[in-house]
């Protein structure tokens, strides 16, 4: 990205000025030679996004931001329902609250190293990974219907996991306002087979250490200590929310002249959220968001079934579970004034900072914990929303970080470089166990395919969206 | 070969061509299989019915590819072939393909929708018809 065409705000906080259509600024945050290196596209996605109606504030781009349709992966913008504002159901994508959960083992590394190939071995049957892949649940109507307004409240009500899992996640693991009715016949039949099923491409579940703590007292309220080994999970809202996204996408672009929106690229596509078409969306988008923590949910009970068999008697508790690709109500303070937004968040964690209400009590003094997934070669962070020091709402980016290295280079080429056999065997020489079946998927998510994720959540923290808690390590990957 | 596949920085773009416009829309359709696997692993023991209708030839390919990932993911299918018929932005097609094999086919990810990224569909100077756009993986 040319930097000329940006204002530097600060070290790590950059403004696209309004132009033509938009009606608030750009803002990116990153260091130079992250910000340098990001895509053209993402300037112009980002003022695209600016220029929708009832956007508030500023339209937001992360360290990590990258191309992607519509939205830039990594981008943020809040909407006001009182001023003309739009849930779009391209700024939330496909992949409805595709997100990640990590789990604390109570063991250390010491402990896994003699048993990790077995552990491997059990987490790979036990857990359906990979396209095609089925779970062993089979939900009829009413079923799918009590999932998709309970979230991973309904999951444990059948058996999957505890209540207090429940009190260690966004919305404490069930969104109101899910409407079951608005999600079509086709979205429930893709989910029918594949509750608690990882899904494939960047999605996975990892064993890992905690290797470095780069705040302790932090990591302490968090439960880390170096030495731990963790378990964290990447995946989303399956075939569900994958259907939800393309019928609402195409619903949106076909009813957008008709609702007077002109719109510079149909992937923007968006209703008024004064609208029967706006709210339906809400609800079928939420119905996604509890399909997801559904599904996270039974694969955590799956995780603990596989841990149990080589180290009986273990626990499993989650530290958190967090979402990506969401449009959440919420409160937040815009010029001394408090209002209720729609938040986009595509690509993106929330992150609130110390002392909001919606975090679990023993995390309010510390803030939120923001789980940040690399690649399986590399290392994941552990974060915490900051709060954001000087700032007249006391936050960035409505209470936001990143959420990932992103990508460096396109599936393709990495196809093209590597073979996924190498890389397997590459990995595991450096004591890194990979579980896939399918050799192709393995080089396409090449450790070198992705940005470092290190530079992203450095940026991210000079930025003041979060500060680093800890560094994790993998042992054993499992891709989906 | 009618058919790529095309570089976009976080998913993969599927392009057809051909004399026709339904041509294209068959190879964008073998291009998207690409995307998955290698389409000459997937064989074309069973066939699949597919109608779609749309007020353009643009959503029409979006709808097309949207029916196919449908089909793959329910019916647990690869597709190899696919024949084509189309008039006045209404599409029938049969899609032969095979129940997906792990272990044979190698699949490297599934599609999880077509989007309006990229997404041209236009008949070139050299009358050629082209029809693209990326699917998010």
């Known amino acids: ?480 | 070969m009618n058919w790529e596949t095309f570089a976009h920085e976080a998913d993969i773009g599927v392009r057809g061509t051909g004399r026709t416009l339904a041509e294209a829309f068959a190879g964008a359709a073998t291009a998207m299989t690409a995307a998955i696997c290698d389409p000459a692993k997937v064989g074309s023991g069973e066939t699949v019915k597919i109608a779609c209708a749309a007020p353009d030839e643009e959503m029409l390919l979006v709808d097309w590819l949207n029916a196919l990932v449908f089909e793959m993911a329910t019916r647990r299918m690869l597709f190899s072939h696919f024949d084509v018929t189309m008039e006045n932005h209404h599409l029938t097609a049969t899609a032969w393909g095979e129940p997906l094999d792990i272990a044979r086919h190698q699949p490297a990810t599934e599609v999880k929708g077509a989007t309006f990224c990229e997404l041209v569909v236009r008949r070139e100077p050299d009358g050629r018809w082209l029809a693209q756009c990326v699917v998010d993986v």
């Open chain 1, 1 to 480: 990205m040319d930097l000329k065409s940006l204002r530097q705000r600060g070290e790590f906080e950059w403004e696209l000025p309004m132009a033509d259509a938009m009606r608030v600024p750009g803002v990116i945050f990153g260091s130079r030679e992250l910000v340098a290196a990001m895509d053209e596209k993402v300037r112009e996605q980002v003022a695209n996004v600016a220029g929708l109606p009832g956007i508030v504030e500023a339209s937001y781009a992360m360290p990590d931001a990258h191309w992607g349709y519509g939205f830039p992966i990594g981008g943020i913008a809040a909407f006001d329902a009182d001023a003309g504002g739009v849930v779009s159901a391209g700024g939330v994508g496909f992949d409805i609250s595709c997100g990640v959960r990590t789990l604390h083992t109570g063991l250390k590394l010491a402990d896994v190293e003699a048993h990790k190939a077995r552990l491997a071995d059990r987490l790979f049957a036990r857990i359906p990974a990979g396209i095609g892949s089925t779970g062993g649940i089979r939900l009829d109507a009413a079923g799918m219907a009590a999932m998709l307004k309970g979230g991973a409240r309904w999951a444990v009500g059948e058996g999957y996991g505890l209540d207090a899992d429940l009190l260690r996640m966004e919305e404490f693991g069930c969104v109101a306002g899910a409407d079951p009715g608005a999600v079509s016949e086709q979205a429930k039949k893709r989910q029918r087979d594949e509750m608690g099923t990882l899904g494939s491409g960047n999605h996975y579940l990892e064993v890992q250490v905690v290797s470095e703590l780069l705040d302790e007292a932090a990591a302490r309220t968090f439960g880390l200590a170096a030495g731990d080994v963790v378990v964290s999970l990447h995946c989303g809202s399956r075939g569900l929310g994958h259907q939800i996204g393309a019928d609402f996408l195409r619903e949106m672009v076909l009813a957008a002249p008709a609702a007077g929106l002109a719109l510079p690229d149909r992937e923007l596509a968006c209703a008024p959220l004064k609208s029967s078409l706006g709210q339906r969306y809400l609800g079928a988008m939420r119905a996604a968001i509890n399909c997801a923590l559904a599904n996270r949910q039974i694969i955590t009970h799956l995780a603990r079934q596989a841990f149990a068999e080589v180290f009986p008697g273990v626990e499993l508790p989650l530290l958190y579970d967090v979402s990506h690709n969401t449009c959440k109500e919420e409160a937040h303070t815009v010029d001394g004034v408090r209002r209720r937004l729609f938040v986009h968040r595509k690509g993106a964690t929330r992150a609130f900072g110390p002392g909001h209400l919606e975090l679990p009590r023993e995390y309010q003094h510390v803030g939120q914990p923001v789980l940040i997934g690399g690649s399986m070669g590399t290392a994941s962070y552990v974060l915490a929303g900051a709060a954001a020091a000087g700032r007249k709402t006391g936050e960035h980016a409505f209470g936001s970080a990143c959420h990932g290295a992103g990508r460096a280079m396109s599936r393709h080429e990495a196809a093209r470089r590597w073979h996924g056999r190498a890389v397997v065997d590459d990995l595991a020489a450096r004591g890194i166990l990979i579980r896939s079946s399918s050799s192709r998927g393995v080089a396409e998510e090449a450790p070198l395919a992705y940005k470092d994720v290190t530079a992203v959540v450095d940026a991210a923290e000079q930025a003041g969206l979060a500060c680093k808690v800890a560094r994790l390590a993998p042992l054993v990957c499992v891709k989906g």
